[in-house]
């Protein structure tokens, strides 16, 4: 398992072909479930196959919090209301539309600015990283935006870097103590944020947050805590999915062919050149398609659930009591159902003349059940306005003279493989869109959700 990783599930699942098996570890049985039938039975059961005290567990670990929080966090119920507290800001309609024209407006504006530097020499991946947190997090906490400060964000990339030795919490102030170190940097920082009600200006997401959590009687200083580390969700898959759909596009004349030909097509002929993101999603299939291949490509996320109680899953399945869960998204999205050509990376998969008949539970780059992201619409939208934006302004091209593919690397919490090395790349504006002066975006009407999982078909 620590040697092979997610690729150790795959292997036992083609070896097996089993639906659900066990894997004993000590102290603990693992049961790994294959079955998208079996994974839905998992995800109706989520009070008896509950996810909030696996996360209870980690929360003690990586935020360090007060004992007084770590109370509330472990009430009966938290979750739940929790849950019920931060998905309304982030479904489609009139919050998130919010959100999406302050992200819209930051990822315009700093692409239009690069378009007047000419030529550009940088690090994609180290690029993609701050243009995707300002335009992240400023559309999230608004004008008093802690993240806009070099140092705070660096702060955030040293804390990512110790999320490992945090979470496994052997000797902590010894093996993270610069993540430690960055958290508390991090929290004083939102400190003064929310004592300044900086959160009054920023989005209906970060309002819920504060009011849920002084609701529940938590400390200022534990709610900043929690901010910080939920950078994590905001930017830890945002920013390699990113980077992996520019690199497949541009790295493939006929995927970079088919994504500007399908987005011009939708352009306004007004006086600006206005994007309509309501039309990317809905006319541009192919942009959409490997926007999705991506993330079949690139999911390592792996949902799990703790059994709290004996539990015959589906009628035929024993899990016992304190045993664990797990659905890693790599055995769901390397099987069968995906035809002869599932390791492969193929662009059109997910558009109708390149579609696979599949169950839905077979596409989990987002989770599913009550662990579903529930910021995958405003990501997906942010995504495909960045990626939309670049590609018809600028061509890129790696300074070595021929994209290679980059060795993958992710650690056992990230959802999301990112490249191991980055390289430079020259980012130069077309010369041969036929429009002139800035571009921006505009939403036609309501952000309509997508088909990301299986939940957004119900």
């Not at 290679?404 to 010369?431: C, N, Y």
Request: glycine share 6%.
């Amino acid at each position: 398992m620590v040697r092979k990783k997610l690729d150790y599930y795959v292997e036992l699942r083609d070896s097996s072909k089993l639906s659900i098996y066990t894997l004993r570890v000590p102290f603990s049985r693992l049961y790994i479930v294959n079955s998208p039938s079996l994974i839905s039975a998992v995800q109706r059961q989520h009070r008896t196959l509950a996810f909030w005290p696996l996360a209870i567990k980690a929360a003690a670990n990586v935020g360090r919090f007060s004992n007084a929080t770590m109370e509330v966090l472990s009430t009966n119920g938290y979750g739940d209301t929790f849950h019920d507290a931060i998905h309304p800001p982030l479904a489609p309609g009139e919050n998130l539309d919010a959100m999406n024209r302050v992200m819209l407006g930051i990822v315009a504006a700093s692409l239009n600015g690069l378009r007047k530097q000419q030529k550009t020499q940088v690090e994609l991946l180290a690029w993609v990283t701050r243009q995707i947190t300002i335009a992240t997090t400023g559309a999230t906490y608004g004008p008093d935006n802690p993240w806009r400060d070099p140092e705070f964000e660096a702060a955030f990339w040293t804390y990512k870097a110790g999320m490992s030795q945090l979470i496994m919490n052997v000797f902590p102030t010894w093996t993270a103590k610069g993540a430690i170190a960055a958290l508390e940097f991090g929290a004083s920082a939102f400190e003064r944020y929310f004592k300044e009600e900086g959160h009054l200006k920023g989005s209906a997401l970060v309002r819920a947050r504060y009011a849920h959590s002084t609701a529940n009687s938590m400390s200022v200083n534990d709610i900043s805590r929690g901010e910080f580390t939920n950078g994590v969700a905001l930017l830890s898959n945002t920013v390699p999915i990113t980077f992996w759909v520019l690199y497949h596009i541009y790295s493939d004349p006929v995927i970079i062919t088919e994504c500007r030909s399908e987005l011009r097509t939708i352009i306004s002929d007004d006086s600006k050149n206005t994007i309509d993101m309501s039309k990317v999603k809905s006319d541009c299939p192919i942009l959409l398609s490997t926007y999705k291949e991506v993330l079949r490509t690139y999911s390592t996320a792996v949902t799990a659930r703790l059994v709290t109680e004996d539990h015959l899953l589906d009628g035929q399945y024993l899990l016992k009591k304190g045993g664990t869960i797990l659905m890693p998204s790599p055995v769901q999205h390397t099987s069968d159902v995906w035809g002869d050509d599932k390791n492969a990376f193929n662009h059109r998969r997910f558009t109708r003349t390149g579609s696979q008949k599949t169950n839905p539970a077979s596409f989990r780059a987002f989770g599913g059940g009550t662990t579903l992201c529930p910021g995958r619409h405003f990501a997906t939208t942010e995504i495909l306005a960045f990626v939309a934006v670049t590609i018809l302004q600028f061509d890129i091209k790696p300074v070595s003279g021929q994209w290679m593919p980059p060795h993958t690397t992710f650690e056992f919490w990230e959802a999301t493989k990112s490249p191991a090395k980055d390289f430079e790349v020259q980012i130069e504006p077309l010369e041969d869109t036929g429009t002139v002066g800035d571009w921006q975006f505009t939403l036609s009407g309501t952000d309509r959700p997508i088909e990301l999982s299986a939940e957004d078909l119900k």
